[in-house]
């Protein structure tokens, strides 16, 4: 393609997601050519660890890529194309508070959805828009492609704080779910279909699945497979349908089929159980061993662990790490921009009309095509009933959020919670966050 080099800073070096991300870039230079390579994080010891080994993975397999791991943002952020951002502001430990304070009175507790989802958007808020502001203050050409989360909440903030940034607000989930309903209509991959989706982030539903090439519509088969087996794999793959997919994730993708039939016209999220099945979310929980466990006794361990045997090695050739391939979407979303591709994607952008009878300036998540200049979002239309009642509840906790941190404003964060479909009443939403104040208090602004 063309012969211009590119240079990334991965923000967040020290994250599990990391190595698997270095591996796609590698693998993919014949389409996104790099020429530099940076890590930037603000925890020195833990980026360090994952920075070791990437070190050498990029020497032995791309020596031509400059590479530098640092925590100073100037070095960090000076002569950089793309930010690829994916911080956890307060890392596993507070993730692990979110998910078992509200679990204490009865309530769900996830990363991103409903009080846990909150607590996370208010520590993220301020560290995704110090990363913005490096970037416009280092290399203000830049495009920061962001998938850190509470992703619906920090879109928001951004949208109100940094509304002239170039920044791209995505998620995987649905690139996810599409490779699976590639899979259950019969297809190699999510590349063989073309899809409609609306809603927000982790709040959203397909409303169309045809095959790429002769245009048939797939839904009727992929929805009588989800109505009886959500996506879950293994009906149709037996046990490399669920190979590598964390016991709780299987019940993630299990769960769907319980809601899917509310509405026999489109697919829905599997994020949506959340909303729509919170007391089985509460009765599968354990508040001694929840999702954040999970992860520090699996991937955690499992990254690191082979992070530190490559940095002892003194080599990667025999490295356990692949490609990330649900990554792919970040070289699909940079290419877009460099050689203004107008490649459809899904992206959380403000809705604008784009979504005809719904908030304008809601963030919403909608295809877009996207080029040099960034998303053009496609008209989506008139939306149901009963996705608009949902949506509307959803974005007002998102906003609500975003105005008490602005504002420092209990009150506000108060409604927040209350407003959550997760949450049973306001008595319950203010033992949640008096604990959750408490639980954040070197993160949040002091609340007044
Ligand atoms: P992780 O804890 O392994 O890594 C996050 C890193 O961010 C840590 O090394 C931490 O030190 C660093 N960090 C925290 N605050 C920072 C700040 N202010 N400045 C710089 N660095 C900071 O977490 P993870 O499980 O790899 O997840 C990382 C992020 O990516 C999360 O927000 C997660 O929800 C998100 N994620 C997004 C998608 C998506 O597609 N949207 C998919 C998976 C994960």
Redesign the pocket.
């Known amino acids: 393609m063309q012969d211009k080099k590119f240079s990334v800073v991965i923000?967040?070096g020290?994250?599990?997601?990391t190595p698997g991300i270095v591996m796609m870039l590698l693998a993919h230079q014949d389409r996104f050519p790099l020429r530099q390579i940076k890590f930037?994080?603000?925890?020195p010891d833990?980026?360090k660890i994952v920075a070791d080994a990437c070190e050498i993975i990029i020497r032995e397999r791309a020596p031509q890529i400059k590479f530098l791991a640092t925590t100073d943002p100037e070095t960090a952020f000076t002569d950089i194309d793309f930010v690829l951002a994916?911080?956890?502001?307060g890392?596993?430990e507070m993730r692990s508070k979110d998910e078992k304070i509200p679990l204490k009175y009865g309530v769900l507790g996830q990363?991103t959805c409903g009080p846990g989802g909150i607590a996370y958007g208010m520590r993220s808020i301020g560290?995704v828009v110090?990363?913005v502001h490096y970037m416009e203050k280092y290399s203000p050409n830049a495009w920061m492609l962001n998938?850190?989360?509470p992703?619906a909440i920090v879109a928001e903030a951004t949208r109100r704080l940094c509304p002239n940034s170039r920044i791209l607000n995505?998620?995987?989930m649905p690139i996810d779910i599409e490779g699976k309903m590639a899979q259950i209509a019969g297809r190699e991959s999510l590349h063989d279909i073309e899809w409609k989706y609306f809603g927000l982030n982790h709040f959203g539903w397909w409303t169309s699945i045809k095959d790429k090439k002769t245009g048939e519509d797939l839904m009727p088969k992929i929805r009588d497979y989800v109505w009886k087996h959500g996506y879950n794999l293994k009906y149709i793959k037996g046990d490399a349908g669920v190979q590598h997919v964390d016991p709780s994730w299987q019940v993630t993708f299990e769960m769907v089929k319980g809601f899917a039939p509310l509405d026999p016209n489109t697919l829905p999220n599997t994020y949506l159980k959340y909303y729509l099945c919170q007391d089985d979310v509460v009765a599968h929980s354990d508040i001694k061993h929840t999702r954040t466990d999970e992860?520090i006794e699996g991937r955690?361990k499992e990254v690191f662990t082979e992070c530190r045997r490559i940095a002892a090695a003194g080599t990667a050739k025999e490295t356990s790490f692949v490609v990330d391939a649900h990554a792919v979407y970040i070289v699909d979303l940079a290419t877009a921009i460099a050689y203004n591709t107008k490649a459809n994607m899904l992206l959380i952008v403000p809705n604008e009309g784009a979504i005809e009878n719904f908030d304008p300036t809601a963030m919403v998540e909608i295809p877009c095509l996207v080029g040099s200049d960034g998303p053009e979002p496609l008209v989506v239309g008139k939306i149901p009933q009963f996705q608009k009642g949902m949506m509307e509840q959803q974005v007002s906790v998102e906003k609500l959020t975003v105005d008490a941190w602005i504002e420092h404003s209990y009150l506000k964060l108060w409604q927040a919670l209350t407003l959550s479909k997760t949450v049973p009443s306001a008595k319950v939403a203010k033992l949640i966050l008096d604990d959750l104040i408490e639980a954040n208090k070197d993160f949040w602004p002091e609340l007044k």
């Open positions: 923000a967040g020290g994250s599990t997601f930037y994080d603000n925890d833990r980026q994916h911080i956890r502001v890392k596993y990363e560290g110090e990363i998938y850190s989360n992703a995505i998620c995987d992860v955690e």
